[in-house]
């Protein structure tokens, strides 16, 4: 018969209840910067073109709010991120740039769900 102590029980439940914990978090944030690049694709490519191509200006004027606030939830998110998971400025800075460039957020996502996997 294989004795397992209940403190050694304690501490693994433990540790994966802080391991879903962090992935939550990541996820979190993985998320809201996929649907924040989404919302860009949309300004970009459907919003604006109804603008100027053909006259529309409340396309812009509402998938800019949304993406607007779309892009602040991003910001916060991308500042708890980084403080839970200790992320350089460099990477903070790519971030940013990357939620600008359309795309780019994909790319990203990528990557984090290779070095945070679930």
Known sequence: ????????????????KYEILNNKMINLYR???LIEGVSYLILLFIAMPLKY??????????????HGILFLVFF???????IKYHW?????????????LPFIPFLLDKKLEKEYPQ
């Open 53 to 66: 191509f053909l006259n529309i200006p409340d396309a812009v004027k509402y998938f800019g709010w949304i």
């Open 88 to 100: 350089g400025l460099i990477r903070i800075a790519i971030y940013l740039l990357a939620s600008v």
């Open 76 to 82: 916060v998110f991308l500042v708890i991120a980084s």
């Open 1 to 16: 018969m294989l004795l397992i102590p209940l403190k050694s029980i304690i501490i693994v439940n433990r540790f994966k």
């Open 31 to 33: 998320k809201t910067a």
